[in-house]
């Protein structure tokens, strides 16, 4: 296979990725789009004058058998123009090989050993329909050419020799002024080495397939379906996941092995009355239920009967998030000072005189957690803690001396973190764009003045999702703004913050990371996505994200000389990974490092230079760039998207002051 495009992608992309290694580039912004397709979502739109061409390469010069093979689409037969070219060489006089459609509608294959004379020319005798798709295909076996309209030969004749080709290739015209004006639509390219064809034939009814990945899969078609919440129930063999709006049971479909893990099997159990927001879930145990709570309404889930129900009671308020502390279910009652509890111990009713405020300070109560069988209510502003005190009327009651002069800006943020605090996205009457750790009853700031200046230029701030997992010692605290589609991540052992975000290779463009919510649950971290509705396993050892790569980026410190100001040469640097990580085959095979340099301080990089990390086996390859010139204040820009695991040991610069 020489070359492979499926001209997927979204709609209006102008990345054609082409999984033989070949470049294309468009021209007279060629785009992609999504209204017309016959296999994937997209195809070519070629717009009477767009198309998209590749340069010259020994590759595309066939010395023996070839066959070149597309899916087109007419809108019309006859343009302004004439003739109807969609595949070429590029160059003005005939060269290599030409599919175009003559001003009659009838296909002209054409193939070229020397340059301005057409050793290879056959006309179809019918003409080709509009409005559907065609497959069209040249194939030499020996010296025998022999063109097929799907799948049926419509002429051969023999040329041996090199095809001449010195110009490249263009798809949707000729490459030259007067034959770009084929008007449809061009899918599924493929270009090989081998005779594919060799009598008539069905046309193909998938895909072409690739020997081994060598891209990246095309992103989901399901943009509006989010991973709302996620809960492990008591028997710890089954857990609660509400998808859009319907709530799931999770159970083991194939048991944990020596050499796997588990994996999970979903069935519907109930429909919410709402689809979008994050819900929050709480069970009982020994009661017998689970409560999810996801604004206006509540519902409940026998465990035993799996029975879902929307709570109906007219004492249940409304809820965005839900406690539970000595067989009492908690909600706050949305955009008020209120919170209450179920009407008794264990129960699935309400009592509309169990109830309390939250009225130390005047602000309202945004969210509720359990911690250390402690209630705390927590405000936009201030924080105030509870304690079941078993009282006759309602069993809570304020903790005298511990209210707190912070507050929540994200109901959703508040998460555990470590085996004593809790951790917020925080605010106070004196200002906001922190994240707050408690401990005791105190709360400390834990986020870093560029944490706050960055998000200071977040115009919302309160629909973040906050969670938290443990991972090799380290607890992280991962807090995502969905508007302005950015994620950050407080790692406890480092006491950094770092960005976490999912990246998308067609568009070339970063977002915010793709878990929503996350549980622990059979020995899994599992995390649901935002968008397409799938779980996912989190996990140091899966170097994507679901299929799309992980581009990890790295900035060094400012390189300069602090005593003299003067220029600095740096002579060498080498990057200790752990080596030899390179995959078998496809992506990430030869596994590279790549590195920009600013001259300016981190204002503007240069071009970026590659090295490998090394392949699998290769244990002593070093990472390293030579003569990286001098500068004042210099900052190194590294990335890794390969799918290899890519983990820092260390790094070593030699560096002299001019």
């Known amino acids: ?128 329909s509009t409005g559907i798709w065609h497959h069209l295909a040249m194939v030499r076996s020996g010296s025998t050419i022999t063109c097929y309209y799907d799948g049926v030969s419509f002429g051969s004749g023999t040329l041996s020799g090199t095809l001449d080709n010195s110009q490249g290739l263009a798809i949707g015209a000729i490459g030259q002024a007067f034959g770009q004006q084929f008007d449809g639509y061009i899918d599924e390219i493929r270009i090989s080495n081998v005779a594919q064809y060799t009598s008539n034939f069905t046309p193909p009814t998938q895909p072409f397939s690739s020997p081994v990945a060598t891209t990246w899969p095309l992103p989901s078609s399901v943009l509006n379906l989010p991973v709302r919440g996620l809960w492990e129930l008591p028997n710890d063999q089954t857990a609660l996941a509400v998808i859009g709006n319907t709530c799931y049971l999770v159970t083991v479909a194939t048991p944990a092995t020596a050499t796997s893990f588990p994996t999970l099997a979903l069935t519907s159990v109930g429909t919410l009355l709402t689809n979008l927001g994050p819900v929050h879930i709480r069970d009982n145990n020994i009661g017998g239920y689970a409560v999810i709570v996801d604004g206006p309404y509540g519902y409940l889930y026998n465990i035993s009967t799996q029975a879902f129900s929307q709570i109906t009671d007219p004492a249940f308020l409304g809820a965005d998030t839900v406690a539970f502390i000595d067989g009492w279910w908690i909600f706050n009652q949305p955009g008020t000072q209120t919170f209450y509890t179920n009407g008794v111990q264990y129960g699935i009713t309400f009592n509309a005189t169990n109830f309390a405020l939250k009225d130390s300070s005047a602000d309202n109560l945004v969210a509720v957690m359990e911690n250390k069988e402690q209630l705390w209510l ?87 999702i906050g969670y938290t997992y443990q991972e090799d010692t380290h607890e992280f605290y991962v807090l995502t703004f969905p508007t302005a589609d950015v994620t950050w991540c407080y790692d406890s052992q480092s006491q950094l913050l770092h960005k976490r975000l999912s990246y998308d290779p067609y568009l070339a463009k970063f977002h915010r990371h793709r878990s929503n919510c996350f549980m622990n649950f059979q020995g899994m971290r599992i995390v649901g996505d935002y968008q397409c509705g799938s779980i996912y396993q989190l996990t140091r050892n899966a170097f994507t994200d679901s299929g799309w790569p992980i581009l990890a980026k790295r900035r060094s410190p400012h390189i300069w000389d602090k005593g003299q100001r003067g220029r600095v040469f740096m002579a060498n640097l080498q990057l200790d990974f752990v080596p030899g990580v390179g995959n078998a085959s496809g992506l990430g095979s030869n596994p590279q490092a790549s590195i920009a340099i600013s001259r300016d301080g981190g204002k503007t990089f240069g071009q970026r230079w590659s090295a490998p990390i090394g392949q699998i086996g290769q244990y002593k390859t070093r990472t390293m760039w030579r003569k990286l010139a001098f500068g004042r204040d210099n900052v190194v820009d590294l990335e890794v998207i390969d799918p290899v695991k890519r983990d820092l040991i260390g790094v070593t610069l030699r560096a002299f002051s001019a």
Not at 17 to 44: C, E, Q, R
Not at 426 to 439: A, D, K, Q, T, Y
């Open 1 to 128: 296979m020489l070359a492979l495009l499926h001209l997927d992608g979204p709609n209006g992309s102008n990345v054609f990725t082409d999984l033989g290694g070949s470049t294309w580039s468009p021209v007279n912004s060629a785009t992609l789009t999504t209204s017309h397709f016959k296999f994937g979502n997209a195809s070519l739109d070629t717009q009477l004058t767009h198309y998209i061409t590749t340069p010259f390469a020994t590759q595309w010069a066939f010395t023996g058998d070839f066959t070149v093979e597309l899916f087109a689409y007419w809108n019309n037969l006859s343009t302004s123009f004439g003739d109807s070219a969609f595949v070429g060489s590029g160059a003005v006089a005939p060269k290599w090989v030409l599919f175009q459609l003559d001003a009659s509608g009838h296909l002209d294959f054409y193939a070229s050993v020397v340059a301005g004379t057409y050793g290879f020319h056959v006309t179809s005798s019918s003409v080709v």
């Open 378 to 464: 927590i405000g936009d502003k201030t924080t105030e803690i509870w304690y079941d005190a078993g009282g006759q009327y309602f069993a809570f009651q304020r903790l005298v001396g511990t209210p707190i002069q912070a507050g929540c800006k994200a109901k959703h943020s508040v998460a555990r973190f470590g085996t004593e605090g809790l951790i917020w996205f925080g605010r106070s009457e004196r200002g906001e764009n922190v994240i707050l750790l408690s401990s005791g009853f105190s709360v400390n700031v834990v986020s870093t003045p560029a944490f706050s200046t960055e998000l200071a230029q977040y115009p919302i701030t309160s629909d973040a």
